[in-house]
Each structure stands twice: as structure tokens, then as C-alpha cells.
């Protein structure tokens, strides 16, 4: 193994020479369970104390795989290494790599590794296979990989570690012959197609589709997929045939045809949903909208449609993913970056491998597509997600790099697409806007995971005049404030007069409202508003009225010793917060005036000049136009409502009250609030006028508590509403919809009797953290690993897993954690699921993410009975949806939530275990033919072992 010069920029474009491969002559460390294993340059494996390998690794850069997060096992700051991540991402850019040595295996191709030590000499041998693949495939321009020896250069100037060793796999350095210029590389922005303009559709058809059609088109999809992935699933045929009456065509203007379908686990609801929805959008020339709420899940739609369209060159056609444009990568943003590098070499590693991923990604999108997770781990959200458009500066066709742009190249890819896949937050705002980024709404709607409406309409249609959000809106109006640099720094935020300067041109009136508006926005609270407030030297009226604000939530509010965040009402008004309030609202009113004539002045183009107008400059200023009403005109109503609301009742429909939101008992945001009562009702409002079909469906949907015996057994039409629908009916805003509804419930196909065990431990002291890790440790050993931990609090998980962590590393269990790793919850689940042994702690998002087949999640063990919160929203809503029942509605929703993650296939086997005592009237909760066993944990831990064979 020897180590390789970078050779010095001359002629370009010559041709490499081939050159023997090269691997680093340096030691391996990798970070097992209850010990570091470190294998030297002479091929010694040693077993090292965690303090002699953060010392040796801070000596000798070793090969490792995820560098971050070894630093954290070992307890230091990271250090320089050889990571087999970044290798990866160089060489197969936007390609799915779990970040563990056992990830890196699995998709390389080698046998899992027996034990740490075979992981660990397995290292060297993905580098060279990864420096071979990409030896192997060259750099000419046809058919080989013409941009990595630029890219690779450029990071290795910078000082990164694989960098000679790349340059010598592609055929450069010692003995072979110049690079091509370094700019080949990072201007990747030049070399992605144009998207290209086409005509509109025009307004969907109105042809149905019968259940007998949806039954066709089902078996027709499953007729061409193999033994393996078409699981027999009995009730699947029968759920496609009762969801085609959402793509039926409505008999009423504002009354969408409404189907809500609760399918339990194992149904096989994606396909069965997939069918009609594909089949309508063939027959009338549209696209169906399939929703979700997790990012999980929209990945999952995503691989399901495989089978419906397996030429890939027809799914990307047909089938487009899209999200809100903070999702994916501003090519502006990135050139920008790149142009800073002289300045900031040290950016340069993260920016290669960001240019790397941008020349080969699918779409784009960096949160939940092909975008790896833990690149944010790798280089921090500053050089990777700072990149996205997140403040909504985007400058439309004023951008050099409009026509290449990902965020248009999905719009105008879901005008003629089959299928959108999208999420509960995008579709809720777009509806409430009236339109996306294009002015149009679907007709036809698929909500899976429709459990969740209810907090993503919550989400979409509250108001939040705080800290946080007012300085944005003062970013978003007055840009970059004091010259602050940096990556993701000034460069980048981009305000209105830089925006819409060129657009205006010599429009004295435009430009007049422009300047009023702008210095208006100075009211807002700015850069360093949180210590200022804190320390009573508040700027201007909006800091002034958060100051009063902090001060009425600290007098009133409860349990200021713990590390969470603090509310308290909004009436009665403290001395000085109504002048505050008063004060402001004029300040807002001051500053709406010229954004209301701007955004008039704008629109008044689109006429007067009709004859004159390009096409991109219209778009334009309708885009101007329409940012102006939602990321200002909006909010900013919102905020003067709730300020003169304090001296008056706050409207009966919404809630409003004063909040610190802290973490880990740091201040995060301080403000007012103001959500809806019941946020079903803009839900319906929005949905329920546009669509002409919605098709809502969950595995829990429907409410047990009402069933009758065996009452969830069979699939029903009924457009009346069972006991069992009401909560569902509530929470859907059903009633606030003129829709002709029908609903079906099927029930899993799963043995549970035969398949789960379901033990409810009741001799644990509540609130001893330990006797709580001691029975998550002994329950966690009993499986042998295969187990996910469950938190209603964050400082519990937290307390748990530094008890829980040296035990698990004795017994050699990987212990990973959400709130802790400091790894994203869709990377956690991927190493949880790589890793059969493993065991994952997490919270809510954990829970809702997790599909984990097979032997990998084999127990589920939660550490509190999930009541709700009992905050002052839920205890406005609790005394409108019924009180004790509703708190017990969503009690059972989530405990429905939790077990319904551990059968995900017939052949599975696990144990869920809740270590509280749970009421019997929410026994219901699980599935009718499992019953719930009340042990002490000694039983708990006896019964997981003789269930699971251990």
C-alpha cells in the first residue's frame, strides 16, 4: 500500500494512463459494542480502551466508516480519517448506503460480517472494491465518469484524505498523466439538461372506475411480479374494489365523492389504492395526488410503483415525487458555494461530494429522497442543507440557472405525470393557497396515513407571531443584515429589493412602496433578538412585545425547574402587554400598506402590459406576486388579529396563548399563538371545495371503543356513520364537508394470536429512571437484541440510554439513539434495520417511521401509556371533542400506532411490552384475538425469551 502525490494542475483533458491501484498504508478503527477494535499497519488486531484509540486515532488518521459518529462512541472531537462514507458517496453518488460497516456490506455485496473483528478487516476491502469500480469505469466522455477526476482534484487541494488515492484509481498522478481542468468538475450546474415547457392538459375527465376495474388492474400488476414480492394478501383485491368509489365523479359542485378505508396492517393498501388511482389517471389525462404524512412512507409509494410501471424510463415519466421547494437543492445556492471556495477551501470536500450527488440525483430533493442521510452528519447543515431554498429567496427566471432549476423541473414533471407523490404538508398549504406553484389544484386525492390529517391540517392553518418566525420574515423582506459571511452566509439571503429590483425597473411607484416596506420590516425582531430580549435591551416594537410576552409566561406557567418549554394563557393580559400588543399591531399595520400596494402594482403588469409581457416575466411576477400574499400578507394579518384579540375574547373557533419554547432548557423561540379549535374545519373548507375525490385511509383510523364484537371484521360500504367512525368522522372534518362518504374497514390478515405476545408490566415504580433502564436492559437482552425502544419524553430517553448503554455493550448489542446519535431518524431506522441485532431508542417519529420486516424489530417496548399532552390546545380541544373519551381516542390511536410496527409480514414473530399500567378499558387497542397478559417484569422477561426462543 503506498501513498500517492497529488499532482500539480497542467494540460487539460489528456487522457489517463491506467495505474495500479493504491490504498492508504494506514490502521483500522472501528467502534463495536463494549469495546474499539484497532487493526495496525502490519495487520495486528487489537482491542483497544475507548481513551487509547481516540488517542491513537488523533495520531495516525485510520480508515473508518462514519467518522462523526465513532468520534461520539469514543468521546472525543472528530478527528482526520480515511471515511469509507465519503468514498462511498464519491463513487456512487445518490445511491442508498446504510452508514455502518454492516450497511457498507450488505450493499457491496460482502457477507455480513460474524463479529467486529471481521468487520473491521472488511474495510479495506470496500475501499478497494469502491477504487476499483471506479477505475473500472473511466473518465472519457462516452460512458465513463468524465467529471471525477476535476471533482477529486479540487477536494484533495483541500487536504482530503482519499483524494490521491482517487486520482491514482481514475489514472492520474505518479506516472500517468495531467488532470483535466479542475472546473470540469464543480460547475456541474452547466452540464444538466434543460427542463422543457409542455402544453397544459387541460381540465381532467370525468370517466370512473368500477371496482370490478380496480380488481383487474390489481392482479394485472400482480400478475407481472414474482412469487417473492407479491405476498399473498386476500383482502387487497377487495380494499381496491371499495376505494374506486373516491375516483368516481362527483354529482355536486363543492361535495367531493369521500371514501375512508382503514385497512390493517398486512392489507397491502399502497397497491390496492395504486390500482384505481393509475387507472384514472390513464382514462382522464390527470394526475392522482397520493399524500403522506412521513417522509418513510413517500419513499415506500414510490418502490411500490415499480410494479406498476417496471420500464424506468416510464416511471419517471409517469411518477413524480414532489415537496415544498425547502426540500431540494438550489443550483444558485450551490454556484454561489463554489464560487466562495477560494475563500473557504475547507468547504471544498463537502462541495465535491455535493456536486457529485447533484450530477446524478433523481430529483434533487435532499431531505427524504436519494440525498443521504447522514451527509449532514458528515459535514454539518451549513455545507449540505444550507444549500436548499429555505428562505424563499428563489429569483425565478432571473436565475442563470432557471431553466435547469430541480424545484421547476418537478413542477412542470407533475403536470404530466400519472402519478404525484406528495406529503400532508404541501398538499394542506396548497389547497389553503389555492394553488401550488403554478396556480393549480388536483381533483383527485389519495391521503394515506390519513391518521394524521387532523396534525397536519393543525400545523398548516395555525398562526405563530414569535422570534423565530419575525426574523425571518424580516430575512426573507431585508436580506442579509450586517455583512455576516460564511457558508449558507450573506451571500446567500437574498432579500426583496435584491429579488425584484430588475423586475421593477424604473417603476417609481413599485419602487416606492418597495422602500417603505423595507424599512418598515425593521419593526421585526432581527439577528441576536433572543439575547437582547433576555438580557431587557430589546430592538424595536416586536422585541419589546416578546419581552412582555416572556415575562407573563414566567410569572404564570408551571415547572420552570424542568428542561421544557413553558406556556401560559394569553388572558388575562399583563400590565404593559396590551400597550406592547397596541404598539406592534400599528408597526405590522405599517408595514402590510406598501406590501398590499406592491403586490397591486404587480398584478397590474400582468394587464398593462398583456401585449408586451415574455412568458418568464410573467411567471414572474406571479410568482412575486403570490410570495408576497403567502410569505407575508398572510402571516402578517394572522399576527394583527391575535395582537387586538388580547384586549378583546379571542374568537370561539381558534386557541390562543404565550409559549418559551425551550430544549434541554435552552430558550429555542419565544411568541403568541393561535392555532384552530378544530383544524378539520380550513381542512374542509380547502379540500373539500377543490377536490372531486378524496380517498382517506390508515391502518387506524376508525375508533374501537365503540365496536361491537367482531365488528371490524368485514368490509363495509356504508355511507352511514358507525359508532366506530365518529371519532374518524371528527377528526376528518366529515362533518364539515358536503360529500357523499362511504367507508370500509378490513382487518389484517396477520395471525396475531399465533404471531405476537402482548405483556403489560405492572410492578415498576413509576418515575424511578432506574428500575425503567433496568427493565428496558433485561428486556432488550431477553430478545437478544431485535428490540425498539419507546418514549413519551425526550429527557427520559435520553436518561435511559446512558444506563442502558454500557450493559447492551457488554452483552455486544449495538445501542443507537434518536435526540443522541445526533443521525437523522430515516439513517437511524436504516441502521436498525441493516443491523439484526441492534436495538433503537426513539419518540414519536420513531414510531410513525418504522417498517422494519423480519427478524431486525422482534420487540417493541414502550415506557408510558401515550396519554396526551396536557397543554393548553389539547385541554381547549379535550372540552369540545369530549373529554376524558377523546383523550382516550388518541391514547389508543397511538398504542394502535406502536404495535401495528412490529407484524409487517406473515412469517414475523415479536413481543410488544408496555412497562405502565394500562386501563382495561383501552385494552381495545389491540387486535381482538391477542389478549394482553398483566405480569410483573420478571414474567415479561421470561415470557419474550420462551416466545422468541432465546
Known amino acids: 500500500m503506498g501513498s500517492p502525490s497529488v499532482p500539480s494542475q497542467a494540460k487539460a483533458d489528456s487522457a489517463p494512463a491506467p495505474a495500479p491501484l493504491r490504498l492508504p498504508a494506514a490502521p483500522v478503527l472501528l467502534g463495536a459494542p463494549g469495546r474499539v477494535v484497532w487493526i495496525d499497519r502490519d495487520g495486528e488486531v487489537l482491542s483497544l480502551s475507548v ?57 457491496l455485496g460482502f457477507p455480513k460480517p460474524s463479529e467486529p473483528e471481521a468487520a473491521a478487516a472488511l474495510l479495506p476491502q470496500a475501499a ?123 354529482a355536486t359542485e363543492d361535495a367531493p365523492e369521500v371514501v375512508l378505508a382503514e385497512a390493517g396492517t398486512g392489507t397491502g393498501k399502497t397497491l390496492g389504492y395504486l390500482a384505481p388511482a393509475s387507472l384514472w389517471a390513464e382514462r382522464n389525462d390527470a394526475a392522482a395526488w397520493i399524500s403522506t404524512y412521513t417522509r418513510n412512507l413517500q419513499g415506500q409509494v414510490d418502490e411500490e ?17 414532489r415537496k415544498g421547494r425547502e426540500n431540494y437543492l438550489c ?40 440525498f443521504p442521510g447522514w451527509f449532514v452528519d458528515l459535514f454539518g447543515p451549513a455545507r449540505t442543507l444550507g444549500l436548499a431554498d429555505r428562505r424563499g429567496e428563489c429569483i425565478y427566471s432571473a436565475c442563470q440557472h432557471y431553466k435547469k432549476c430541480f424545484i421547476e423541473r418537478s413542477v412542470r414533471s407533475a403536470r404530466q405525470a400519472d402519478i404525484v407523490i406528495a406529503n400532508h404538508a404541501l398538499v394542506m398549504i396548497q389547497a389553503a393557497m389555492g394553488g401550488g406553484d403554478d396556480g393549480q389544484l388536483p381533483s383527485r386525492y389519495v391521503f394515506d396515513e390519513g391518521h394524521h390529517l387532523f396534525e397536519a391540517a393543525d400545523s398548516a392553518f395555525a398562526a405563530h407571531l414569535s422570534g423565530l418566525e419575525a426574523r425571518e420574515l424580516r430575512r426573507w423582506l431585508l436580506g442579509a443584515e450586517g455583512g455576516r459571511r460564511g457558508a449558507g452566509g450573506a451571500s446567500r439571503m437574498r432579500g426583496l429589493r435584491r429579488r425584484l429590483e430588475d423586475l421593477l425597473g424604473a417603476d417609481e411607484a413599485a419602487l416606492n412602496a418597495l422602500e417603505r416596506a423595507l424599512g418598515a420590516a425593521k419593526v421585526l425582531a432581527g439577528e441576536g433578538w433572543r439575547q437582547r430580549v433576555e438580557e431587557q435591551r430589546a430592538q424595536g416594537t416586536c422585541e419589546a412585545f416578546l419581552a412582555v410576552a416572556a415575562q407573563q409566561v414566567l410569572a404564570r406557567a408551571g415547572g420552570q425547574d424542568q428542561p421544557y418549554s413553558l406556556e401560559a394563557p394569553a388572558q388575562p393580559p399583563l400590565e404593559g402587554l396590551l400597550t406592547a400588543a397596541e404598539t406592534l399591531a400599528a408597526d405590522l399595520g405599517d408595514l402590510v400598506a406598501p406590501l398590499k400596494e406592491l403586490r397591486r402594482l404587480l398584478l397590474a403588469r400582468l394587464d398593462d402590459e398583456a401585449e408586451t409581457l415574455d412568458s418568464d416575466s410573467r411567471r414572474r ?25 388580547l384586549a378583546e375574547d379571542t374568537p370561539p373557533e381558534f386557541c390562543d396563548w404565550l409559549a418559551i419554547e425551550r430544549i434541554d432548557g435552552r430558550t429555542l423561540d419565544i411568541g403568541l399563538y393561535r392555532h384552530w379549535i378544530d383544524p378539520s374545519r380550513p381542512l374542509a373548507e380547502s379540500l373539500g371545495r377543490s377536490a372531486h375525490g378524496l380517498l382517506i ?34 377528526r376528518l372534518g366529515i362533518a364539515h364537508m358536503a360529500a357523499r ?74 445501542l443507537y439513539s434518536q435526540h443522541v446519535d445526533g443521525l437523522d431518524t430515516g439513517t437511524l431506522v436504516d441502521i436498525f434495520r441493516a443491523e439484526e441485532d441492534s436495538c433503537l431508542l426513539g419518540t414519536d417519529a420513531v414510531r410513525d417511521g418504522v417498517d422494519v420486516p423480519g427478524r431486525s424489530l422482534r420487540l417493541i417496548a414502550f415506557d408510558r401509556v401515550p396519554w396526551p399532552r396536557p397543554d393548553i390546545i389539547h385541554k381547549a380541544r379535550r372540552a369540545v371533542f369530549g373529554g ?67
Open 621 to 645: 411576477i406571479e410568482a412575486a406576486a403570490r410570495g408576497l400574499e403567502s410569505r407575508a400578507l398572510l402571516p402578517l394579518a394572522a399576527w394583527r388579529d391575535m395582537l387586538r384579540a
Open 51 to 107: 481513551a487509547e484509540a481516540a488517542l491513537r486515532a488523533r495520531s495516525e488518521p485510520p480508515i473508518v466508516c462514519h467518522g462523526p459518529g465513532l468520534a461520539r462512541r469514543l468521546g472525543c472531537d472528530p478527528f482526520p480519517a480515511f471515511d469509507l462514507l465519503e468514498l462511498y458517496a464519491f463513487v456512487r453518488p445518490a445511491s442508498f448506503c446504510p452508514p455502518s460497516p454492516y450497511g457498507l456490506a450488505a450493499v
Open 697 to 730: 385511509t390508515s391502518a387506524t383510523l376508525a375508533d374501537q371503543s365503540f365496536a361491537e364484537p367482531s365488528s371490524n371484521k368485514a368490509a363495509t360500504g356504508s355511507a352511514e356513520e358507525p359508532p366506530v367512525w365518529r371519532a374518524a368522522d371528527a
Open 331 to 370: 443550483l444558485l445556492n450551490l454556484a454561489e458555494a463554489v464560487g466562495q471556495l477560494p475563500a473557504r477551501p475547507q468547504d471544498a470536500v463537502a462541495l465535491g461530494l455535493m456536486a457529485r450527488w447533484a450530477l446524478r440525483t433523481r430529483n434533487g430533493d435532499m431531505v427524504g429522497g436519494d
Open 884 to 950: 376524558r373519551a377523546y383523550d382516550e381516542q388518541l391514547t389508543r390511536l397511538k398504542l394502535r400506532q406502536a404495535f401495528g410496527r412490529l407484524i409487517r409480514r406473515a412469517d414475523d414473530r415479536g413481543v410488544f411490552v408496555l412497562l405502565d399500567p394500562l386501563p382495561s378499558r383501552l385494552l381495545n387497542a389491540f387486535p381482538e384475538t391477542v389478549t394482553a397478559e398483566r405480569v410483573g417484569l420478571a414474567d415479561a422477561v421470561a415470557g419474550v425469551k420462551d416466545f422468541l426462543g432465546r
Open 305 to 321: 410503483l415499480a410494479a406498476l410501471y417496471p420500464e424506468p424510463r416510464e416511471k419517471a415519466a409517469k411518477v413524480v415525487i
Open 128 to 250: 478497494a472494491t469502491l477504487l476499483q469500480e471506479l477505475a473500472a469505469r473511466g473518465t472519457s466522455s462516452s460512458g465513463g465518469d468524465r467529471d471525477a477526476a476535476g471533482i477529486a482534484w479540487t477536494m484533495a487541494q483541500a487536504g482530503w484524505p482519499w483524494g490521491p488515492f482517487v486520482i491514482a484509481a481514475l489514472g492520474y498522478g505518479e506516472g500517468g498523466s495531467t488532470l483535466p481542468r479542475r472546473s470540469l468538475g464543480l460547475r456541474v450546474w452547466e452540464r444538466l439538461p434543460d427542463w422543457e415547457e409542455r402544453a397544459p392538459r387541460g381540465a381532467p375527465g370525468s370517466r370512473p372506475v368500477l371496482p370490478e376495474e380496480s380488481r383487474a388492474r390489481l392482479a394485472e400488476v400482480l400478475g407481472q411480479m414474482t412469487a417473492a414480492e407479491a405476498e399473498p394478501r386476500p383482502q387487497q383485491a377487495d380494499y381496491a374494489a371499495a376505494v374506486s368509489a373516491a375516483f368516481a365523479p362527483r
Open 741 to 814: 362518504v362511504s367507508r370500509v374497514s378490513l382487518p389484517s390478515p396477520f395471525d396475531y394470536a399465533r404471531q405476537t405476545r402482548v405483556f403489560i408490566v405492572h410492578d415498576l415504580k413509576r418515575g424511578d429512571l432506574g428500575q425503567l433502564a433496568a427493565a428496558y436492559r433485561a428486556l432488550f437482552l431477553a430478545a437478544g437484541g431485535g428490540a425498539l425502544g419507546l418514549f413519551t419524553a425526550i429527557a427520559r430517553l435520553r436518561a435511559v440510554q446512558k444506563r442502558l448503554a454500557p450493559a447492551l455493550a457488554e452483552a455486544g448489542l449495538p
